[in-house]
């Protein structure tokens, strides 16, 4: 099993570019969340999904939006890019606690690293 | 804002050394998990304790939780280089379906061979 794994490693935009970040779960997974990683600021959920087709808002999901059109796959876009959205983007997957014992332990991808100029 | 804080941010110690890392919480959780984090890499989980448990061991990592003190701590014994990483606790409230995870910023350890 590959796990949780994400798309691109590595991005490079302008100011105003758009793009998508992938994130592809082979674990069945019903959960599913994107995270961005800033010095000092720790973890920070953008948006999360409880199941194909769901998605809702976390703590910072303004300038992103999101789309679980196949359970696998959670698709993270960036209409308009801005330098304050320069981060490392982490993806992570679970089963919710009623379907794993209580344990809601979250698996996380390897990041996407971007730079916005 | 964060919902678990880790104390300290950075921690320097010797191989074969002990290494305990804190986390204060604010509110009420169900659950407590500890991650770690490899430079450049996502994370991993390391552990869970839920809110009635007092003490976890797996290995060499030893957790407590006071919840009468929103507190709990990570003990890494024998450390190795290997363990070198940045550890994070994630706490989860809420009830019903979606429980609401949050990490703290993290504990940054380094072991010196």
């Known amino acids: 099993n590959a796990g949780v794994t994400q798309t691109p490693k590595f991005r490079v935009l302008k100011t105003g570019q758009s793009m998508t970040l992938l994130c592809a779960q082979d674990m069945n997974h019903e959960y599913m969340y994107w995270y961005r990683q800033d010095p000092g600021m720790g973890l920070r959920l953008i948006h999360y999904s409880v199941g194909e087709g769901t998605t809702a808002k976390g703590e910072v999901p303004d300038g992103y939006n999101v789309s679980r059109l196949k359970k696998q796959n959670f698709l993270l876009g960036l209409e308009s890019a801005a330098p304050s959205q320069t981060s490392v983007y982490f993806c992570?997957?679970?089963?919710?606690?009623?379907?794993?014992?209580?344990?809601?332990?979250?698996?996380f991808g390897p990041g996407t690293r971007l730079t916005v100029l | 804002s964060q919902q678990g804080e880790e104390d300290p941010q950075a921690l320097s110690i010797q191989e074969g050394e002990n290494a305990t890392m804190n986390c204060s919480y604010k509110?009420?959780?169900?659950?407590l998990q500890w991650y770690r984090q490899n430079s450049g890499r996502g994370l991993v989980h390391l552990i869970l304790?839920?809110?009635?448990?007092r003490e976890k061991h797996s290995g060499r990592l030893r957790v407590t939780l006071d919840t009468s003190k929103k507190s709990s701590s990570l003990l890494i014994t024998a450390s190795r280089a290997a363990d070198t990483a940045s550890y994070f606790c994630a706490t989860d409230a809420g009830s019903g379906g979606y429980q609401k995870v949050t990490f703290g910023i993290g504990t940054k350890l380094q072991v010196i061979p």
């Open positions: 992570a997957s679970s089963q919710p606690p009623r379907l794993a014992g209580g344990n809601n332990e979250q698996f």
């Open positions: 509110t009420s959780i169900n659950n």
């Open positions: 304790i839920r809110s009635n448990e």
